[in-house]
């Protein structure tokens, strides 16, 4: 019965589903055989990035907009002490409520509502935080939908300075395309340089930048790699969400 209800939850149909493939630590309680779709964003090749620059084991961590969970199991199979997972999707909250409750983990919190940046349901501050694609929806799923384009631009800036004095370390990823749309491109260019250099600007005073990492396609498969003079350009080849930096933070507070 539980598998049934992960499944029926997992293949949900909304904005956001079939986002995350599923972690490997719930193959023991889930039987993937019988999702109906699952689309990969890269976790894996991601996570192993995020895992070569900063060491996870004994941290708390928050994922922002967690979806099903990827990163959060991730994170404890690296033995991280604590994952607090904030999701404002029910279907998907409920998907890892259950996972975790299946798999008799009590260092995984789920918290289902959509980040509130103005204030915080968890005790602060934190080691790491994971708010990877959230930030372009601004607008849609959460914020001003009345907002133009600059003051979204504002309000990222804002938000992610915020979190300077909540958490030591920041891994950060932002969309080009606002609130999904393709024709409404929050940078005029397109270019990964673009948003490297609002992003560098805009945190100067809050925020260190310890590594961005490129996917670059290599033989066929997909690696994060440091930023380099020779991944710096778009690669229309290899679609949008590869070009997005993923930027690796630390707070110049904590």
């Known amino acids: 019965m539980s598998n049934k209800k992960l499944i029926t939850l997992y293949n949900h149909i909304s904005k956001h589903s079939n986002y995350q493939i599923i972690h ?6 889930l039987d ?4 109906q779709d699952i689309n990969s964003r890269f976790e894996k090749e991601r996570m192993k990035f995020i895992e070569n620059i900063i060491n996870l084991k004994n941290k708390t961590i928050v994922d922002i907009g967690g979806n099903t969970g990827f990163f959060s199991f991730a994170s404890l ?10 999701e404002g999707n029910s279907y998907h909250a409920e998907f890892v409520s259950i996972a975790t409750s299946l798999l008799n983990y009590h260092n995984l919190i789920v918290i289902n509502q959509y980040f509130d ?15 990877m694609n959230i930030l372009h929806h601004y607008g849609d799923d959460f914020g001003d939908n009345n907002s133009s384009r600059e003051n979204v631009k504002n309000k990222i800036i804002e938000y992610i300075n915020n979190l300077a004095s909540q958490t030591s370390y920041l891994v950060l990823q932002l969309g080009f395309c606002w609130k999904g749309n393709r024709h409404e491109l929050l940078f005029d ?4 340089k673009e948003m490297i250099k609002f992003i560098l600007e805009g945190t100067i005073n809050n925020w260190k930048v310890v590594k961005i990492g490129i996917a670059e396609v290599i033989d066929n498969t997909t690696t994060y790699l440091p930023l380099s003079n020779g991944n710096i350009h778009r690669n229309n080849q290899i679609g949008e969400f590869r070009n997005r930096p993923l930027f690796i933070l630390k707070s110049l507070y904590l």
């Open 32 to 35: 993937i055989r019988n999702i």
């Open 24 to 29: 490997p630590s719930l193959n023991t309680i």
């Open 77 to 86: 199979e690296a033995k991280a002490n604590k994952v607090v997972l904030i």
């Open 117 to 131: 940046f103005e204030s915080t349901v968890y005790e602060k501050p934190v080691d790491i935080t994971l708010m």
């Open 189 to 192: 260019s397109g270019e990964k």
